[in-house]
Each structure stands twice: as C-alpha cells, then as structure tokens.
C-alpha cells in the first residue's frame, strides 16, 4: 500500500524567513497530493493542493511543488509569520480500489517572533 | 451551519465502558471517514463509507463499529473501551471517493472528538 514519509518533524524558523516541508511516496499511481494545517487544539484544515498532472502551484505565500518522477512533493511557506505556527501533513490519494489519503505524520512548525 | 460537526467534542471513561460519537455534515458529500489521532498526533484512518456502504475498513479492533444510517450520518461506536483508544477521533467528509471525480478528494474534517479513557 502507499507510505508517505514525511521531513522534518519538527522545524523552528524565524519570522520572515522561509520554510520547506518535504513529502515522498511510494505509489506512483497516486494522483492527488493535499496539504493540511492544523492549529493546536483544532481540526485539520487544507491549505493547498496538487494533482498530479501540475508540477507546482501557489496561493499567495504558500506554494506546492510536485516531481512525479522522484516521488516527492513539498510544501514551501515565505514570508512566515507566528501564525504560521501549526503542525503540517502532506497526504497521498491512493488510486483504485478503496481509495483514501494516507498521511505523513506532520511536521511542527514554530516561528518565532 | 457547521460543514461537518461531530458529538461530543470531549469523552471521558472508564476502561470498559462502552461509548458513541455521532457525526453529521451538511455538505452533500457521498464520502465520510473516521480517523484517530493519537498523542503523537499520527493521523490514521480506520473507516470510510460511500452512500452508506463500507468502503474502507483498516486494521481496527472488533470493538470499534461505524453505522452510517444515511450518508450525511456517520457514527462510531466503541464497546469495552481500553486505555490505548484515548485520542482525538476526527470525522471527515468528501465528495467522492471512488474515483469516478479524478483527484477530487478535498476532505473536510470535523473538529475532533477527545477521547479519555481512564
């Protein structure tokens, strides 16, 4: 089945700066690659997303990049901001079958003021 | 008008018990979904459900039961609940999920419910 694995678990940067979150999976038939964020104490919530027919996308100050041939994506955040601050999944579609999103298991964001 | 809204939002328990969390969502999705987060905040499915219709049921004790009455309903029931089911249940709903709407699995999750099995 899909593994995705995702780096690093935890990143601390400083305000301003930028940061990348990076993702890999293990079915090349996956097709759909969502990012979600979520706060403490809170539900998770998609803040982009990439099919796999797109090599990168961006929203304002987040952008996803997509290489099908490695099997990677990766989440990159600029500008960032102490609101920033949440942890991040990266999640893989699976494709045929009984279809479902298999998560990275976050990674924790902390920016700092 | 909450998308997709679960109850309780906090469960606490005896080891033994056995519980229920409901969940509905408004979005006229045909998908809904339960999964568990645990402490080290891994999220992992444990069951989906198409138009009412089991679809995906990972490796998940006999003790947890999902019923989905309607497809805007999903619930989850636990019998003799254990010290290592303490976690954050979350629903989560989407459109389509069986491959027919291609990438088209945008999931709205609920905001959790937290589990405390004493």
């Known amino acids: 089945g899909e593994n995705v694995e995702q780096h690093p678990s935890t990143l601390s940067v400083q305000e301003g700066d930028s940061a990348v979150i990076k993702c890999t999976y293990s079915d090349s038939a996956s097709n759909y690659f969502p990012w979600y964020k979520q706060e403490l104490g809170k539900r998770p919530q998609l803040i982009i997303d990439i099919r796999s027919n797109v090599g990168e996308k961006k929203d304002q100050r987040i952008a996803v990049t997509l290489n099908k041939t490695a099997k990677h994506f990766s989440l990159h955040i600029t500008e960032t901001q102490p609101e920033d601050s949440a942890v991040y999944f990266c999640?893989?579609?699976?494709?045929?079958?009984?279809?479902?999103?298999?998560f990275g298991k976050g990674t924790k964001l902390t920016v700092n003021p | 008008d909450t998308a997709v809204s679960q109850t309780p939002k906090y469960l606490v328990t005896q080891m033994g018990n056995d519980k229920s969390i409901k969940c509905e969502q408004n979005l006229g999705h045909d998908t809904m979904y339960w999964y568990k987060q645990d402490s080290k905040k891994f999220l992992k499915i444990m069951f989906s459900y198409n138009n009412k219709e089991l679809i995906i049921n990972e490796t998940v004790p006999n003790r947890f039961s999902p019923k989905s009455p309607d497809k805007a309903h999903l619930n989850l029931h636990i019998n003799s609940l254990e010290l290592g089911d303490s976690a954050v249940y979350f629903c989560?709903?989407?459109?389509?999920?069986?491959?027919?709407?291609?990438?088209?699995?945008?999931?709205?999750f609920g905001a959790g419910t937290r589990l405390s099995v004493l």
């Open positions: 999640a893989a579609k699976t494709q045929g079958g009984s279809e479902k999103l298999v």
């Open positions: 989560a709903s989407s459109q389509a999920g069986t491959g027919r709407w291609f990438g088209k699995n945008i999931q709205y």
